[in-house]
């Protein structure tokens, strides 16, 4: 252990190979496989935790590490596979369940992501862990879900009620409390309460200009990104666009937070997000000059998973579908898919650089 904190990871492996050829002890096995993933044997690493884990190993380190060297390749569904392991195995651990929430939401799964939420919030009340954070993300993952399959049912809207009624008696704090009536007006809006919603964001917008004239950055990112959610959903997209703009300048170091905001900015902002948008536009660009127009679907598709509200990404995509029908001949259900992709951008400024592409693209649907 000492030689793994040290960095001298040879020698760690040296240690546990000298316990190993005497016993097979989890302990040691695992601690082996850390040092190979440290020294970037990743295949060997793997070697030891996959079996371990395909037995359902009582070791949370084994699905912790293996969740990490997926994270490191880049590999968001074998990380949420791993996670959803994890959590059968240990349902109470509230920091595994949230890993798990947070990767889901990262893939667009947000009943998972629900679920998890759920599970951290029963957990958490009464520990440590316990905070108004812990029912917010539940309440906001209850709106990411309503949002991708409609208000079927009011269930969701109680459940989310009851939830949003215990934290401002739970934690009387200024902040916080205009964080619920955030998640709240959205939930209000989502469910067609229009009224309610309305009188709700006036009001958040009253309080978040009175507490950002306060309290400056200690508002916290988390109320910022919310707030600028709230207004994306209200069609103020460029409001939201500044206050995004200015929380991804405070915070260039914070990763995690770097993708939430990218998924609600029109153009990626994080440094992380700016490379793999570019990435994703000149392959599917080459794509689309090579006249592989299923591929650069599916490409534009996968990339407005990870950035939803990226105009780029939006115009993209409809480009690469009315191309691949000047081949095979117009669709329907294509065009009103087309159709409402365009429609989820609203309108563009003559001055904005993709309003001629937008305006084309719009006219030949």
Known sequence: DLYLRTEQYAKAKGVYDQVLSIRPLDWALIGKARAHKM???????????EPMAAKNSPHMQVYDILAEIANDMGDNQA???IMEHAVSVSPKSVKRQKELALVAEENN???IAESAYKSVMKNAEYSMHDGPDIYLDYANSVNKVVSKV?????????ESQRVINNIKKKFRDPVVSMRVDMVNSAANRLYGNEEEADKLLLKVESDYALLESQMGMSIGPESRLEFASLLALNNQQDRAQEVLEALAKDYPEDAQLGKKIDKVSTEPLSQDGKAVAIKLNKDGKALLESKDFKAAVALFERAMDLYPNNIGLKLNFV???VQSMQTDGRNPEV???CKAVLESIGELSQEHAMFKLFATLRQSL
Request: hydrophobic share 40%; charged share 30%; no cysteine.
């Open 79 to 81: 990380r949420q596979s």
């Open 319 to 321: 480009l690469a579908q």
């Open 335 to 337: 065009i009103k898919q």
């Open 150 to 158: 409609g208000a079927e049912n009011g269930d969701r809207f109680n």
């Open 39 to 49: 020294l970037g044997e990743i295949d060997e690493a793997k070697a030891i935790l």
């Open 109 to 111: 799964h947000f009943e």
